[in-house]
């Protein structure tokens, strides 16, 4: 048999589900004693190159609480042409299309390599996918001009047939109509005053006069165009109209008196943008895409006054409960975010300031919605123009990586229950047979809505097993999940996909070891750091660091071998050993620490956090590092001031930034000069080896990382210094000798003394 | 000279019920010369008259004071030099050299010698009025106004009343200090403006400042004269068009547009500067509004559409009010496309208060004070602030409650115009209605903040046009003060009470205009409260602070010196009849707001009789109880309260509009002498051998009787012109003048066409003069006797009964007459 590590990767490449356990203990009792709750990282829409859609409806179990979809985990009767449920044991018939069906002419999602699935269906007609900017004007000049250009560019990206629309604001909001010719026409609204849907569509003119009814004459819903017309076009028609009116666009024109912010409506803004197509395309994927260049500054989801002596609140303000604008603003979004979510659109967030643009109030715009956060210093970087064209990129086959409007179904076996969900997501709030009580992150539910999903963003779902202690399951018995997901395709289709999965059940008393050797760390290390930065979101940062040590202590009590109070004693089995450095490196990372970084900074990295894959999840919790030397070929090294070596390039990819660092001597050569001669042309290709990775991450991650390129005893080094496990400081620097890495000034601890601390309290017989 | 009514002998064609009347004429017997009645060479022989003649002969006067002053006084020089002088009537033409008084026209008073005490002001019953118009318009002939500037210092004022240094002000001490004229007050002479005095006690500067020696003058204001310490902005005018439906199917909105691109050329400036530094901005509207930013280096303008009228804001600031100069050619073409925009609209629905209130907003986010140019045409029902309904209900007239037709249907307006005033914004409103408006409502705005209203009912472009056009254009470009504030002080004894005109009051001093153009005059009531010097006599100070056309804060101010008498003859020698009734008519019509009309009309008779019984008892010469005697500057004190009497804002029919009522009545609370007189007692012109001289026809008596089938009459009062046409003019006149054969041929609806033949030519420059400094462009109608039209012009006939009700004068006079008796009794 495959070793787990092979089971994982390739239920992985096919599902794109893995689970913290790969072997299910079987009773509840059991199950909370493993510390790691049951739960797995979903990447629902996982690009398989290998899966082409069918181009029919899934067939649904017959019961209405059920309605599971049939899968190759369900036994058929191709005689009686019925099929059992395998969730919940309806027998029930085949559709007249599936006469034909016999054992050697299976449809495709009774096949075993079909455990993942997906269904073209024809519901409705098409609609277009939409795109409204909503764009800053209280911007630098540079600034404006850098973002005219970008969305003119965009423009091109889009797909002709799409709509677009134009919302700009400053101390007004400007409803830019696109369909009119000669003059240009925009409908304006003050920033200050917030207004119902229902106003913001009478405003707009966007609520039809209700016109008699004729006796004896058929409504003929053609004969009016269609209303909303004036605000979202087709990119196809006007895209020359909306280049030239982007390219008049002009700074907001209201006067800034020194002392002052500018005032800027956001709240507003984006009120009316979740309003105009609320009340034009509610259900239809369609994007608001919010590019801001500072805090709001008046009206409803205002985050800071406009006196500049009067900073932006820090976490500092926050803990001391002065944050004045805080709590109303962030209400102000969540109420926007929600009604976003009901209406299945999506918020993006492009922020470019120096300063903090209100990320922390706004966040849920983004988080709730599925929508994307990009945080830059200004519109004219590569980092957002990059960013953003990244947005519109297009898979092999040439559609939009971005699917709308999708919502996710979880069913599961009698066995388990699903105690909630953490992502990009909201809750449906569908109770139902398998819905826990207790929940773990967004629960109550076994629906979520996930308005703008791309193929990276990924959910952590997470069970509970409910089997009692005294009703074992017989062996052999397996405990079954299907993840059912409907979207709208980019190409505007309809689609569901199905992925139904299936683990064994152990019993944990005398299969401990099946369940131990089961367990996968990464993800589980993922999944534990998800439900530390949801409730970090909530709680005291403090606090949530505690549950974590709590946990991992529990969880090294529970698996390592060890004598009682022997430390020393104390072993973790390889499929345990790489999770209490994981832990290490989350408790040090910017999600669960806010020291040094700003609100908004902390919002930024938790939203990705809680959205990305597993592979850059773990790149966010311990950053990666590439040695280039002389030495040998490049090769990943430890994650620690002792790799800090002079005669060494380092490569760091922390997902957020990436940084390239020259040690002491190659910084001097480099100044030296020798890479310009030629007889030294092999520390001109040492030096060019990491521009390269670095250029190959940078082409591929999306947000893109601040790329930094930096040398020993420059300022920017702090990025690299800060990552490391400081295992030389200057408390124990000669301790260690002065020949291996640099130390860091810090007073926090090292991994060293992280897991001696680990230890002592694992075997501790007094916990 | 004196007039005696007599009780006039049997043969008289009257009705019994009235007293016979004989007329003896005393002294100035030019005043027989005129007319066929020279040859009546004694009082006895009127017996013999016919009643029909005696009547002409009573009505003639009229005509004949307004004809004596002309030839006694016209094309004269009158000097200021004289205090209490009475000046000559406004219909007069002359020079007026400003010599220590304000010239009469900036200020005009009821009587030039006050009564020196209450009980004499009580007894006499005339009220003591200055009728001030601060920016009147100035013949090229005379002096403009002297600014002084006295720098940072700004202007000198007595540190306890703060009355301006004024000709009244008494330099003592060799000159080091003066004491105030008003309130006896020694002040310091500031050391800068030190000047040695004369042997007769005057500055040997005298002369050579105009705040010492002239009645008016301005001086530049200092930072504390201006809003928040900071020099003012230069002015804006915003344009804000009603595009609803009716507009556009009128082609109003295109004759707007139209006419805009012209007319901006002309906007005021000061007479040194080359452009005017006026901004403009424009904005159209149905039930949202839409602004348009027409900044000079855009390529097309922009439209913003405001829809919130429930709270309406300025979507811009920058771009919205621009230098026409500059920004023609974005101006031109929003001007080109606005109508082509609507041109297919079909919204009727308006809104009034948020266009307003968008204005406003705009003048205050910019900074500035300015006017509003608003063209409106209905009834504004869309849901927003302000709205109305029609409320126009003909049961209330003749009731106490008729007061409620007059007044605001919401008060929004009122703290709108509050609002406005506040912000320098004064509110010019061109109503175009083809039905009921409120414009008791609507108009409240305009009143308040200086504005003028100018309505056009049923206007139809090819027949109101020019009269609109001419309207905007003469709007447009009048000399303006902006954000103006307006003080009246008097020396110690009495003080300024009431003020009537387009002006709001915050308190009871001051009055605030958010404009004040050279048409507004401001009628202030003065009461005792104190004896008064005979020597000092009553002196009045009138200071306006304002903003000009260019943006500098100034004052602007007028200075007059009155006498004072405890002779009421000294007191009715030196009314003016003139302004007495301006004064009669403002008060009359604000009291409309809180009185019914029949008490009005009541005190208005009982006044007249008392001004007359007090006169007749204390100064005529003893004569018979039953006789009539008139003073003889309140000679035509009855013919005017009569025409006052009959014009429609009193005269309650549901035949009348109520919206022309409550028309007439803001336009007359705002109207100067002159144009309060033309208004009550209409030109009526002769145009019958006007070829044969170039001489101006000399006007005749409003009446009927003075029309003759075979001529051409021209009448005037200062809002309609009519040429009536009897039906045997004879052809030469009517091909002369219409260009077509007969009387038959004549279309009624068809413009004076310009024929060039001196009949058309006379015509037309008779018109022209009529028309020339008059604030309101009047339309010719033309009425044809004995056709439908000619009822409309028979109701200017001020002399007979009235159509709508009303005493002929005759009536009148024996009303008074008898009223007089049972007071002398």
Known sequence: MATYLEFIQQNEERDGVRFSWNVWPSSRLEATRMVVPLACLLTPLKERLDLPPVQ????????????????????????????????????????????????????????????????????????????????????????????????????????????????????????????????????????????????????????????????????????????????????????????????????????????????????????????????????????????????????????????????????????????????????????????????????????????????????????????????????????????????????????????????????????????????????????????????????????????????????????????????????????????????????????????????????????????????????????????????????????????????LIRLCQKFGQYNKDDPNSFRLSDSFSLYPQFMFHLRRSPFLQVFNNSPDESSFYRHHFSRQDLTQSLIMIQPILYSYSFSGPPEPVLLDSSSILADRILLMDTFFQIVIYHGETIAQWQKAGYQDMPEYENFKHLLQAPLDDAQEILQTRFPMPRYINTEHGSSQARFLLSKVNPSQTHNNLYAWGQESGSPILTDDVSLQVFMDHLKKLAVSSAS | MTICLLEAAAGCRRPASLTLLLFVIQGEKSLLLVENFAEIASPLEIHSLPYSMFFSLLLIL???????????????????????????????????????????????????????????????????????????????????????????????????????????MQFIEGGRKYQCGFCNCINDVPPFFFQHLDHIGRRTDHYERPELSLGSYEYVATLDYCRNNKPPNSPAYIFMIDVSYSNIKSGLVKLICNELKTVLDNLPREEQEETSAIRVGFVTYNKVLHFFNVKSNLAQPQMMVVSDVGEVFVPLLDGFLVNFQESRSVVNNLLDQIPEMFADTNESETVFAPVIQAGMEALKAAECAGKLFIFHSSLPTAEAPGKLKNRDDKKLINTDKEKILFQPQTNIYE???????????????????????????????????????????????????????????????????????????????????????????????????????????????????????????????????????????????????????????????????????????????????????????????????????????????????????????????????????????????????????????????????????????????????????????????????????????????????????????????????FNVPSFAHISTETLLPEVDNPYSKKLRSIMDYIQSNRPYSMKLLIAKQREQAEMLFRQYLVEDKGLYGGASYVDFLCCVHKEICQLLS
Not at chain 1, 225 to 253: A, C, W, Y
Not at chain 1, 529 to 537: K, S
Not at chain 2, 149 to 154: A, D, K, L, S, V
Request: charged letters at 20%.
């Open chain 1, 56 to 551: 029919y409806e899934p067939v649904l179990c017959s019961r209405q609480t059920c309605k599971a979809v049939l899968n190759p985990l369900c036994q058929v009767d191709y005689r009686a042409k019925l099929w059992a449920c395998n969730f919940c044991f309806q027998r029930n018939q085949f559709p007249p299309a599936y006469a034909g069906i016999s054992e050697i002419n299976q449809p495709a999602e009774l096949m075993p390599q079909f455990s993942t699935i997906e269904y073209i269906v024809q519901r409705g007609s098409p609609t277009p996918l939409i795109f409204l900017y909503v764009v800053d004007t209280c911007l630098e000049e540079e600034d404006l001009q850098a973002l005219k250009e970008s969305l003119q560019m965009s423009l091109s990206l889009l797909p002709p047939e799409a709509l677009v629309g134009l919302i700009t604001f400053g101390r007004m909001v400007q409803v830019h109509e696109l369909s009119c010719e000669g003059i240009s026409k925009s409908y304006v609204f003050r920033g200050t005053k917030d207004l119902t849907a229902k106003q913001i569509q009478d405003m707009l003119g966007l609520t039809r006069p209700v016109v008699p009814v004729q006796q004896g004459r058929p409504l003929q819903p053609q004969e009016q165009p269609p209303i909303s017309s004036r605000f979202l076009q087709p990119v196809h028609k006007i895209d020359m109209n909306l280049t030239d009116l982007l390219g008049e666009l002009q700074r907001d024109p209201w006067p800034v008196t020194q002392g002052k912010r500018p005032l800027r409506s956001t709240g507003v803004a984006l009120s009316i943008a979740v309003g105009l197509l609320e009340g034009t395309f509610p259900n239809t994927g369609a994007r608001i895409m919010l590019f801001t260049g500072g805090p709001p500054t008046q009206g409803p989801g205002m985050v800071v006054g406009d006196e500049l002596k009067t900073p932006i609140r820090s976490w500092h303000d926050i803990e001391k409960d002065n944050a004045r604008f805080m709590k109303k603003a962030t209400k102000h979004y969540e109420t926007l975010a929600n009604r976003t979510a009901a209406n299945g659109h999506c918020i993006d967030i492009y922020a470019c300031a120096l300063d903090q643009t209100g990320l922390l109030e706004m966040k849920c715009c983004a988080n709730l919605t599925g929508g994307h956060m990009m945080m830059g210093d200004s519109f004219n970087t590569s980092l957002f123009k990059q960013t953003f064209q990244r947005v519109f990129s297009k898979d092999f086959n040439g559609e939009f990586r971005m699917a709308f409007g999708a919502t996710l179904e979880v069913k599961t076996s009698r066995e388990l229950k699903i105690s909630g969900a953490i992502g990009p997501c909201i809750s449906l709030n569908a109770k139902g047979p398998c819905v826990s009580e207790n929940e773990l992150g967004i629960g109550g539910t076994c629906q979520w809505k996930i308005c703008s999903l791309d193929p990276s963003s990924t959910l952590a779902i997470y069970f509970e097993v409910v089997n009692q202690h005294n009703a074992p399951i017989p062996q052999g018995g397996r405990g079954a999940v299907q993840f059912v997901t409907q979207y709208q395709h980019s190409s505007t289709q309809r689609r569901i996909r199905v992925t139904t999965i299936a683990r064994n059940w152990a019993d944990a008393q005398s299969q401990l070891q099946h369940i131990e050797a089961a367990f996968d760390q990464e993800v589980a290390a993922v999944l534990m750091a998800r439900l530390g930065v949801y409730r970090a979101e909530s709680e005291e940062g403090p606090d949530v660091l505690r549950w974590l040590d709590r946990q």
């Open chain 2, 62 to 168: 009229q005509i004949q004071v307004i004809e004596n002053d002309k030839a006694s006084r016209g094309g004269q020089i009158y000097a200021t030099n004289i205090r209490g002088q009475v000046p000559p009537l406004v219909t007069t033409d002359c020079v007026i050299q400003d010599q220590g008084n304000a010239s009469p026209r900036y200020i005009r008073c009821t009587a030039y010698c006050f009564p020196s005490s209450s009980d004499m002001a009580k007894q006499a019953q005339i009220p003591l009025a200055a009728i001030i118009k601060p920016f009147a318009a100035v013949p090229p002939n005379e002096t403009p106004l002297y600014v002084v500037n006295h720098g940072e210092t700004g202007p000198i004022r007595c540190n306890r009343c703060k009355a301006y240094m004024c000709p009244f």
């Open chain 2, 415 to 737: 703290s709108l115009a509050r609002d406005c005033v506040a912000n320098g914004c004064c509110v010019n409103l061109f109503l175009f209605p083809n039905q009921y408006v409120d414009v008791a409502s609507m108009g409240l705005v305009t009143m308040y903040t200086g504005g003028t209203l100018y309505k056009y009912n049923n206007f139809q472009v090819h027949s109101d046009g020019p009269q609109f056009l001419s309207d905007l254009r003469k709007e447009i470009g009048k000399k303006t003060g902006f954000d103006a504030i307006m003080r009246v002080r008097t020396s110690t004894g009495f003080r300024a009470t009431d003020f009537f005109g387009a002006i709001y009051m915050n308190n009871t001093t001051d009055v605030e205009m958010a404009a004040v153009d050279c048409d507004k005059a401001i009628t202030v009531e003065f009461k005792h409260d104190d004896k008064l010097n005979e020597d000092s006599g009553a002196l009045i100070q009138c200071a306006v602070l304002y903003t000009s056309i260019s943006g500098q804060r100034r004052l602007r101010i007028h200075n007059i010196g009155l006498n004072c008498s405890s002779q009421l003859a000294d007191l009715y020698k030196s009314c003016e009849t003139d302004a007495l009734i301006n004064f009669f008519a403002k008060s009359a019509f604000k009291a409309i707001l809180s009185q019914p009309l029949k008490t009005i009309r009541e005190i208005l008779v009982s006044q007249t009789a008392r001004m007359l019984a007090c006169y007749r008892k204390n100064c005529a010469s003893p004569s018979a109880v039953s006789q009539l005697i008139l003073p003889d500057a309140m000679k035509v004190l009855p013919v005017y309260i009569n025409c006052l009497l009959k014009s429609c804002v009193l005269v309650g029919r549901p035949e009348i509009p109520t919206d022309e009522r409550a028309y007439h009545r803001q336009l007359v609370m705002s109207m100067d002498v002159a144009d309060t007189q033309l208004f009550f007692y209409p030109q009526l012109l002769p145009i019958v051998s006007i070829h044969l001289n170039d001489a101006f026809p000399t006007a005749v008596r409003c009446s009927e009787e003075r029309l003759s089938e075979g001529g051409v009459f021209f009448l005037a009062n200062g809002l309609n012109m009519f040429l009536w046409l009897g039906v045997s003019t004879p052809p030469e006149l009517i091909q002369g003048i």
